[in-house]
């Protein structure tokens, strides 16, 4: 009896209900394209190219393809040679045998939909087995490139600190000279001086360790040295709180619903074949067996040595009978694993809508807290042009606006800090709805080709 497909039906909103409006947003193939960026573009797309990971999935695709292909093979007419030898019962002579058996079991009942099933099961696992590894390269590489221009420009902002904090120290030590002030201000703006100095070794470290995870994703033994080069200055965009997919799409595009898709599709081929083990199983079968008595026993009387053919076809009926409940038991436990698949693959759309819906939440937010510290920090630049007019104009020093100076750089640690986290919230959004291109044939070709 064959199963019937299941059902896949996944209850999600039309919508995304944390999703800005109006706001465009980038391709979901190619979402990394948002940043503007043609260094980061290139990256990505030799990740895709030459990462371990996707070819080891793809490799394993390619197998569980060709696996399919012969998925119907035992339910086809099949022919085997064999040899063997064969003794007389009184042990006065032996036998060879040589000859041809064939078999056709028919796979009815629906144990030839089953197995085909549980093929197709096996590839649809690998393929999204595939674009998982793609959806997780993709993201990691943009994670660790936005990390390292990150860590690059805290780095130059610590810097910029670790100068503003040696101009403190020649002005106290100099105001300490023309007793405006004690020693204690000295040791304590020398101390700010070597804690803004200890600073610089974790952008330092991140610089390292992005690079060379950037160089793991890509396969290559070492980071190329032009990553650790500071870029020219230049605003980080704003990346949209919208998404241009639906979570109908994420059904179609997100790796894990794919693999619970091919769970459930698993389930229902070992169901299938549960349910035809209860039945007979049909087919034909025939032989053809030369027989030939040339080697015979050398201590008695030597008798002729003769050659026998014999031919036979008929059906081949196995019917099962009795096994103590065995096969009831196991299409029972078979159609309670295909349920549990239903409700796996249920959940995983359920944790895939919930993942995209906080990761659009963090967005959210992470933009408008953005958009706060961008009008901080304007307002501070603003006083530091007008305390800089009043220095210029002999109304006030130097070391009474250094707090400000101070004061900008902390702010533009922090607006780089909310960017570093919306642009993580934003990776993070891609990746709950499996943004990443297919994979295409002859992107393996391109990939050997470089190597």
């Known amino acids: 009896m064959s199963v019937p497909a299941p059902d896949l039906q996944a209850d999600v909103p039309p919508q995304w209900n944390n999703a800005s409006r109006g706001a465009a947003a980038p391709a979901p193939a190619e979402w990394w394209k948002a940043y503007g960026d043609p260094q980061l573009d290139g990256l990505v797309e030799q990740a895709l190219a030459g990462n371990l990971t996707i070819a080891e999935a793809h490799a394993r695709l390619q197998a569980a393809r060709k696996l399919h292909d012969a998925a119907n093979a035992p339910y086809l007419p099949n022919l ?116 803004a100095r200890a600073a610089l070794a974790d952008p330092g470290m991140a610089v390292r360790q992005s690079a060379l995870k950037l160089a793991v994703l890509l396969g290559r033994h070492e980071p190329d040295p032009a990553w650790s080069r500071e870029p020219a200055l230049a605003a980080n965009p704003a990346v949209p709180a919208a998404i241009a997919s639906t979570p109908a799409d994420m059904l179609r595009t997100r790796p894990d619903v794919q693999m619970a898709q091919a769970r459930v599709l698993d389930a229902a081929g070992a169901l299938g074949i549960a349910r035809a083990d209860l039945y007979p199983r049909l087919g034909i079968g025939g032989s053809l067996t030369v027989a030939s008595n040339f080697a015979n026993n050398f201590n008695r009387r030597n008798t002729p040595t003769y050659t026998q053919t014999i031919f036979s076809l008929g059906p081949l009926i196995d019917i099962p009978l009795f096994d103590w409940g065995q ?125």
Request: hydrophobic share 45%.
């Open 80 to 195: 085997n040679f064999r040899t063997r030898d064969a003794v007389a019962a009184d042990a006065s002579s032996s036998y060879f045998q040589a000859g041809f058996d064939a078999t056709w079991e028919f796979g009815l009942f629906g144990r030839g939909e089953g197995a085909e099933r549980q093929a197709r099961a096996s590839v649809d696992a690998a393929a999204a087995t595939l674009q998982g590894a793609r959806v997780s390269v993709a993201a990691e590489v943009v994670r660790a490139w936005r990390e390292l221009r990150s860590a690059q420009l805290r780095q130059r902002l610590l810097k910029e600190a670790v100068t503003l904090q040696e101009r403190q120290v020649e002005l106290v030590s100099l105001r300490e000279r023309t007793r405006l002030a004690s020693r204690v201000d000295v040791e304590r703006t020398q101390a700010a001086l070597e804690q």
């Open 327 to 451: 096969r009831q038991a196991a299409a029972h436990a078979r159609s309670d694993e295909l349920d549990a698949a239903l409700l796996a693959y249920r959940q995983a759309v359920l944790e895939g809508w919930s993942e995209a819906e906080s990761a659009l939440i963090e967005l959210d937010q992470y933009r408008q807290r953005r958009e706060a510290e961008e009008r901080a920090l304007q307002a501070i630049g603003r006083a530091a042009d007008h305390a800089g007019r009043l220095t210029a104009s002999k109304l006030s020093s130097e070391f009474d606006n250094a707090d400000l100076a101070s004061r900008r750089i902390q702010a533009q640690l922090a607006l780089s800090a909310t960017t570093l986290a919306q642009d993580l919230a934003f990776i993070s959004l891609h990746k709950a709805v499996g943004g990443a291109p297919a994979w295409r044939g002859e992107e393996r070709s391109s990939a050997a080709s470089s190597h």
